[in-house]
């Protein structure tokens, strides 16, 4: 079974400087380990209002808003109505993403409306919990499917479908009002697998008044596949690297946060302080890569033994579990651990939010997604921000990330890239100079690259453009 989150460990804090220092340790401590996927409305990576803030209170809101817009790129949004349509509500990257930005633009000021298209059959309390977190921020939720959602699809300033599958919502709520809305829209796309491209999720795709995708190689594959296979054009594309929240980097700058949640967590797993852990964190699934991982992590076993090297005792450390739905992947991948006899060095983690616990613990990310790798693969900067070296598949958005051999190391996708990654392990495992040195370098492209304030500028400029050509749209 997959082990839960671990309980907030506040009690290091007692004792250590002065009463206001302590508290903010407390707060950082609480934020970091809290969540999880049972209590996710607590934190989501990017808020930059707390629901603890205000609590809903509207005058709480306005005032944090009033303040926002002034020193934020964004703060030509104010008072704008946008659609936010997403096609699911769930833990996963897309729709956290969606959030993030309905959040930032809810700081200056914009009225922000959600619809959900596809949502889940029943309770489901991952939605609930996501539901009431924007509804603390001012966010207003509406039902996918009706007049209210066709109208203020027509009266906002700006529409954005997130994922190639929200395009289903167009032709099946808004019918033949879509050619109106067209030209307002922003098409926000994540995917950079195959079966996505059906021209039922992407026929609008060309009408719309642009498209942002979050890596040129993901912007690259689209272009190439919209024409070869479904024979449409590309709008105007936008590509628009990720950043960090503030939240994150606040726990990641803070030294005694981070050793008190290292040693928190390295406690909670049975591991020592000098262990080293290698870890990989995505929900999982084959397309992520955790079995390629797990046969790599066993064969550099193997390597150590086999050339008698002396290096620090070596765990894995998969987070992304589902301790209520385990899947035949994950069956099988604890089959494999089990079957080579390494259960006391692999550790399974149920999915969570709160990912500034693990990469305080870890000492090296590995991003081992496959096929054509991730669109970005969010981890990765996150993990760097901690001053984490990352193994990576040369593939997808971690190649414009991670560069190779300053700030990580790459190996090939799929079976062939097991041995590489096995040897890369091994370096690591074997050069605590080449870690130390990989993570700074890894800190300071973050810095200059990849901070939030930084993917809010990159946002602010293709909403300028779009808007742009929404209103020329409107004028011709």
Request: hydrophobic share 45%.
């Amino acid at each position: 079974m997959a082990k839960p989150p671990p309980p907030a460990a506040v009690s290091a804090a007692g004792g250590r400087g002065q009463a206001h220092q302590r508290t903010r340790f407390l707060l950082l401590l609480l934020v970091a380990v809290a969540a999880s996927a049972s209590t996710a409305c607590y934190l989501l990576r990017g808020a930059p209002l707390s629901p603890c803030d205000a609590q809903g209170d509207p005058v709480a809101l306005a005032a944090a808003h009033a303040g926002g817009a002034a020193g934020s790129p964004l703060g030509f949004m104010k008072s704008k109505l946008v659609l936010l349509v997403s096609h699911e509500l769930s833990l996963s990257g897309g729709p956290l993403l969606l959030m993030e930005l309905a959040f930032l633009l809810r700081q200056v000021g914009s009225q922000v409306v959600w619809v959900t298209n596809q949502r889940p059959e029943g309770t489901n309390d991952a939605s609930y919990s996501l539901e009431h977190k924007m509804l603390n921020h001012g966010v207003q939720i509406l039902p996918a499917r009706g007049q209210e959602a066709i109208d203020t699809a027509l009266k906002a300033d700006l529409v954005i479908l997130n994922t190639a599958v929200a395009g289903k919502w167009l032709d099946a709520v808004l019918k033949g009002h879509v050619p109106q809305v067209l030209p307002k829209i922003l098409w926000w796309i994540h995917e950079m697998r195959g079966h996505y491209f059906k021209l039922e999720y992407v026929k609008h795709l060309p009408l719309v008044a642009g498209a942002m995708i979050d890596s040129h190689t993901t912007a690259d594959y689209w272009k190439n596949r919209t024409h070869d296979r479904l024979n449409i054009q590309m709008p105007q594309t936008y590509v628009v690297h990720l950043g960090n929240s503030k939240e994150l980097t606040e726990v990641a700058e803070d030294n005694v946060a981070r050793r008190v949640l290292r040693e928190h967590i390295r406690e909670f797993l049975g591991v020592r302080s000098e262990d080293l852990l290698f870890a990989i964190i995505n929900s999982i699934s084959r397309g992520k890569g955790q079995d390629l991982f797990l046969q790599a992590f066993y064969q550099s076993l193997q390597l150590i033994q086999h050339q008698k090297l002396k290096v620090p005792r070596m765990h894995a450390v998969v987070v992304g579990s589902d301790m209520n739905a385990q899947t035949k992947f994950e069956t099988q991948l604890r089959e494999f651990v089990a079957k080579n006899g390494i259960q006391d060095r692999v550790h399974f983690i149920n999915k969570t939010l709160a990912v500034a616990p693990y990469l305080s613990a870890i000492d090296v990310l590995v991003q081992n997604s496959q096929a054509r790798g991730e669109c970005f693969g969010r981890i990765t900067i996150e993990a760097m921000a901690f001053k984490l070296p990352v193994l990576g598949t040369a593939a997808g958005g971690t190649t414009e990330i991670v560069l190779d051999g300053s700030t990580g190391l790459l190996h090939p996708a799929g079976k062939e890239g097991v041995m590489p990654l096995a040897k890369n392990i091994v370096r690591l495992a074997s050069n605590v100079e080449q870690r130390v040195s990989m993570g700074n370098r890894g800190y300071a492209r973050v810095k200059e690259r990849f901070m939030e304030y930084h993917m809010a500028d990159r946002i602010a400029k293709v909403l300028k453009e779009v808007l742009r050509r929404s209103q020329q749209h409107s004028r011709s």
